[in-house]
């Protein structure tokens, strides 16, 4: 009986959350088409792509609130039908009837994580694209950037002002190669560079030397040159990229190669710590959500439970929000930044669910 009882409220809870994640999916797009796309006057088929292309994005967004709200509505459910009731007749804790709507929300968070992490960020790349080309009619040339990247490695710094990676090419290379005191020994300038059997060649090049036994400066010149610079376009590119829209392992070597040069990562540190805090906040909005659901076949008032959890998790997102925030400048570490407001909400979910199960 137990395992059947699982099943109907496991398949019960995933159909509540798919009907509340559509619902949410097709209201954001319809505000951001009337917000956003609208204006551009854009062809059916290119809405239809763009939006495809940001569905990974923004199923990966709603995905905790669809859960807070497949819950209640599950619940809500099984309240009107007084299978609750019947389920609590047999003996049957609060805690035990919840356990299909925790393993069936766990599995949504590894699936928001898995969404986050392989298909968001290609995806969101695309759907950038997409809009400027399709949506705005801008010229496909967008894709070559004036991204202005600056790499530091042990006694060097980059600055490379465009990326052309459809063409394996860079533009307007600055190399400053400093000693331990930081004092410049070289600098080295160039027009263009090409990618060419993983060595980037330099091209029309100007090479400013400060010899330590010389006064002034050497001026130098080259048609070609072999430089040192090992990233490839795409690393160049990612660089510049928005850690939102990196791969959990592009973003953790990111934040090895700039920690390897010394700059600062926290920031970086704490957004990969929340890519997985965000992914697991499916599995805290359920145990919050389950104590309110269920005060709906004591109290009443479906209404009323929706709004209060609702503002709930308003206050558990401005916690995130605050500790985050706190975390990207190094007041807290970046695992307590990412994790405290689940660590806190996990605890008083657990209290609730404890005091309604025990009422």
């Known amino acids: 009986m137990i395992k059947i009882l699982d099943r109907y409220i496991g398949l019960l809870f995933f159909r509540c959350f798919l009907l509340s994640l559509t619902i949410l999916i097709i209201l954001y797009m319809s505000i951001d088409f009337f917000t956003r796309i609208w204006r551009y006057d854009p062809s059916l088929t290119a809405i239809t792509k763009y939006y495809i292309l940001l569905l990974p994005e923004i199923s990966y967004q709603m995905m905790p609130i669809s859960t807070l709200m497949g819950t209640l509505i599950a619940l809500g ?18 805690f035990r009837t919840s356990m ?10 590894i699936g928001t994580f898995a969404i986050g992490d392989r298909l968001m960020p290609l995806s969101s790349q695309h759907a950038l694209y997409s809009y400027q080309t399709d949506i705005k ?3 496909p040339a ?7 990247v600056w790499y530091r490695a042990p006694g060097v710094i980059y600055n490379v002002k465009s990326v052309l990676p459809d063409q394996s090419r860079i533009e307007g290379i600055t190399i400053y190669y400093l000693d331990e005191s930081f004092f410049p020994q070289k600098i ?3 027009f263009s560079g090409d990618y060419r059997e993983g060595s980037w060649i330099l091209k029309n090049v100007k090479i400013l030397n400060f010899p330590d036994d010389k006064r002034f400066p050497i001026f130098e010149k080259a048609d070609r040159l072999e430089s040192e610079i090992r990233e490839t376009p795409q690393e160049l590119i990612r660089a510049e990229k928005q850690t939102d829209i ?3 392992k592009a973003l953790k070597n990111f934040i090895k190669k700039n920690q390897y040069a010394g700059f600062n990562t926290n920031k970086h540190e704490v957004i990969l710590e929340e890519r997985y805090s965000f992914s697991f906040a499916c599995v805290i909005l359920v145990f919050l959500a389950i104590p309110f659901g269920i005060q709906r076949q004591k109290h009443g008032g479906f209404a009323t439970e929706v709004a209060f959890c609702l503002f709930v998790t308003f206050i558990y997102w401005f916690v995130l929000s605050a500790l985050v925030s706190l975390g990207y400048k190094g007041s807290l570490p970046p695992f307590v930044a990412a994790w405290g407001a689940n660590i806190i909400f996990l605890i008083l979910g657990l209290y609730l669910l404890r005091r309604f199960s025990n009422a």
């Open 77 to 94: 459910v099984l309240s009107r039908s007084n299978e609750l009731i019947a389920i609590q007749a047999n003996g049957i804790s609060l």
């Open 142 to 148: 967008y894709s070559q950037r004036t991204v202005d």
């Open 100 to 109: 299909p709507l925790l393993f069936i929300a766990l599995l949504i968070a």
């Open 188 to 190: 080295v300038t160039a």
């Open 137 to 139: 009619g801008n010229h």
């Open 246 to 248: 990196m791969s959990t």
